[in-house]
């Protein structure tokens, strides 16, 4: 929530306007009566006068705060004789105003007192209003309470740049106390809030948007990067738990001669687990890890050919640069849209797959008997699954779906079965990666070396079988 600096211009606006309509075409004009007092006429008369002048000295103080003070001479907080000036001069303003008003309107004679009161009043309230307007913006904050114990707030300097970040854990008549993201109390009086705008971001919606910017090539396909940092940014948004079902928005933000600037906006929860701050670290280093991952760096004009990906498969760290390029000159790149499923569980299949782009969930039945399917994990760019295919012949163990427009590399027997057929040794090495990942981690595959290796045993076993070797 923003509180707004000056809400009583329109206002002002408003009433100058129909009063100076109103004093123009003579609506309301004084007629002496016999009778002494005021009558309706006169109250009328006095009525609109006096709102036409005062609002007038309010927008001409408005007026000269914009253009005078704002462009041509900004005003420092350090400036203690501009600022003085500046007072003298909205007090000036109200009290000519005033002046009018006795002397025009109630039609009193200007005397030597009557100047001689005006410029003590002058003096007097260039030096108090400061200290009255603090009083009072202290007693606005006090009554309106823009936020409460437990928001998150921020404090925006007149410049714009961020001031204070905390969360209000006490308040009262004369300071708030905020403790930052770094767990340190802050004491902020509160004569100083008319001079900063209160952005808190727990008061309207839970969720608040936040953007980062990365800049790219302009010769890359803004199709293909749109898609990247949207799966990028959905993988980080899940993978910190908050709001799972947000979808970013990636657009373009500048374009020059040689470089696109792209924008990502996503809703977060804010501190609640995570900071801002830590959410866009979390959202850029997952888009520049998946850039990689695609080819895609942050200082070259064009793609990277998807060897990449498949070098950096853990399952083939043991494969020469002849056997990597052999196996990617005989891969398939498919292209599944949203929702898409690229494998179902039950299925048969003599292939594996690598992610290139995109975000993939997994799904498995969670009774034989239905089909029910309950989600247990992600695939992220650079992981692979579907081996136990591949390698076994086993049917599908789950199922996989696109969660976003996803890029992947499917892997057939064919070029594998070469490749164990010239170095039948790496039987072994598959056998062993794959046991790892089948038995869930490194202790229980130790477990199984030590019982007798039947596990290992068994996965070479059946991977001779299936490749006939």
Do not use: C
């Not at 707030?153 to 740049?161: D, E, P, Q, R, W």
């Not at 990666?433 to 477990?447: P, V």
């Amino acid at each position: 929530m923003i509180i707004p600096k000056n809400k009583f211009l329109i206002a002002s606006l408003v009433l100058f306007s129909i009063t100076f309509f109103s004093v123009l075409n003579g609506f309301f004009k004084m007629t002496h009566s016999a009778e002494p007092g005021l009558n309706m006429d006169s109250v009328f008369y006095y009525s609109i006068n006096i709102i036409f002048l005062m609002s007038g000295a309010y927008l001409l103080n408005a007026f000269i705060r914009k253009i005078i003070w704002g462009k041509i001479i900004k005003i420092s907080a350090s400036s203690k004789t501009l600022g003085q000036i500046e007072d003298l001069t909205v007090t000036f303003i109200y009290l000519t105003a005033v002046w009018i008003i006795i002397t025009a309107v109630f039609e009193q004679p200007t005397t030597s007192l009557l100047a001689f009161t005006f410029f003590i009043l002058l003096v007097t309230i260039t030096f108090l209003r400061p200290k009255a307007l603090k009083y009072f913006s202290k007693e606005f904050i006090n009554t309106t309470r823009p936020f409460k114990i437990g928001d998150w707030v921020k404090l925006i300097n007149k410049n714009g740049s961020d001031l204070i970040v905390g969360e209000v854990i006490q308040f009262d008549r004369m300071a708030i106390q905020l403790k930052s993201e770094r767990d340190t109390l802050l004491l902020f009086p509160n004569n100083l809030l008319d001079e900063f705008i209160i952005e808190n971001y727990s008061r309207i919606k839970k969720e608040n948007q936040f953007s980062v910017f990365i800049k790219l090539s302009a010769d890359l396909s803004i199709e293909r990067i749109k898609r990247i940092l949207f799966a990028s940014t959905m993988q980080a948004l899940l993978e910190l738990n908050n709001i799972r079902d947000a979808h970013p928005q990636i657009s373009v933000y500048k374009i020059s001669k040689n470089t696109i600037e792209y924008k990502i906006n996503f809703r977060i929860i804010p501190w609640k687990p995570n900071s801002p701050e830590i959410a866009k670290d979390f959202v850029l280093t997952r888009i520049i890890n998946n850039l990689k991952i695609a080819g895609i760096g942050l200082d070259i004009s064009g793609d990277k050919r998807d060897i990449n990906i498949i070098g950096n498969v853990v399952l083939f760290d043991l494969l020469s640069k002849e056997e990597l390029e052999k196996i990617y000159s005989e891969s398939k790149r498919e292209f599944y849209t949203e929702r898409t499923p690229v494998i179902r569980q039950g299925e048969k299949g003599t292939s594996m797959y690598i992610l290139a782009e995109g975000l993939l969930k997994v799904f498995i039945k969670s009774n034989k008997n239905t089909d029910e399917e309950i989600e247990v994990g992600m695939i992220m760019p650079g992981q692979f699954f579907g081996e136990m295919s591949l390698f076994t012949g086993d049917n599908r163990s789950a199922t996989v779906i696109a969660e976003t427009d996803s890029i992947v590399l499917e892997i057939t027997k064919d070029s594998i079965k070469k490749i164990l057929e010239s170095r039948p040794v790496l039987v072994d090495e598959f056998a062993k990666i794959i046991a790892e990942r089948q038995s869930g981690n490194i202790q229980k595959l130790e477990f199984y070396k030590n019982r007798d290796d039947s596990f290992i045993k068994k996965m070479i076993a059946k991977i001779k079988s299936f490749f006939e070797l």
